[in-house]
T-cell receptor, first 116, second 114 residues
């Protein structure tokens, strides 16, 4: 079945540091890939997505590129802020028709803490 | 505000009891998904409804059930509660049946079973 593996946290950075959170996936076909962010006490918010190979999703300074050859979708940001402190989840949706693309499969999440 | 409304935000109940969690999807969305989030299991898909009909089931226990009403709101019923059912329960919605463009999540219901 589909699965997502993302780097274990927690990740602690200083403000303005470069961020990378690794994400790799296992899936048949061509899934859509997502990054969600969860701030303390809140639900998950869609951060960015990519629906086909070599697509780059971007939002709020975050970027991730859909790499089919390495089955990866690493999240990057050039300069993090304290307000970026949150849990980040990588996810994929199935690629097939019928029931296989009805749900998102999530990684376990990576806690990011940014210190001033 | 994501547009997906979940009530209540917090629920504390005793083992053996039954509770109902409610979700109103974002306006225009026909699909509702329920997820359970716990520290050890992460985010687990429970069930999906589309326009009133059950479309897919995930790791949902037999003690749990759900439905989607004609006005598209959904309820998740949890019965014979156990300590291990303590978790955050999220509802999400999307326009279509497929998840290819992602979901919109509510802020969750935190269930504590004591």
């Amino acid at each position: 079945g589909n699965s997502v593996t993302q780097m274990e946290g927690p990740v602690t950075l200083s403000e303005e540091a470069f961020l990378t959170i690794n994400c790799t996936y296992t899936a048949t076909g061509y899934p859509s890939l997502f990054w969600y962010v969860q701030y303390p006490g809140e639900g998950l918010q869609l951060l960015l997505k990519a629906t086909k190979a070599d697509d780059k999703g971007s939002n709020k300074g975050f970027e991730a590129t859909y790499r089919k050859e390495t089955t990866s979708f690493h999240l990057e940001k050039g300069s993090v802020q304290v307000s970026d402190s949150a849990v980040y989840f990588c996810a994929l949706s199935g690629a097939g028709s019928g029931g296989s693309n009805y749900k998102l499969t999530f990684g376990k999440g990576t806690l990011l803490t940014v210190n001033p | 505000d994501s547009g997906v409304t979940q009530t209540p935000k917090h629920l504390i109940t005793a083992t053996g009891q039954r509770v109902t969690l409610r979700c109103s999807p974002r306006s225009g969305d026909l699909s509702v998904y329920w997820y359970q989030q716990s520290l050890d299991q992460g985010l687990q898909f429970l069930i999906q409804y589309y326009n009133g009909e059950e479309r897919a089931k995930g790791n949902i226990l037999e003690r749990f059930s759900a439905q989607q009403f004609p006005d598209l709101h959904s309820e998740l019923n949890l019965s014979s509660l156990e300590l291990g059912d303590s978790a955050l329960y999220f509802c999400a919605s999307s326009v279509a049946t497929a998840a290819n463009y992602g979901y919109t999540f509510g802020s969750g219901t935190r269930l504590t079973v004591v």
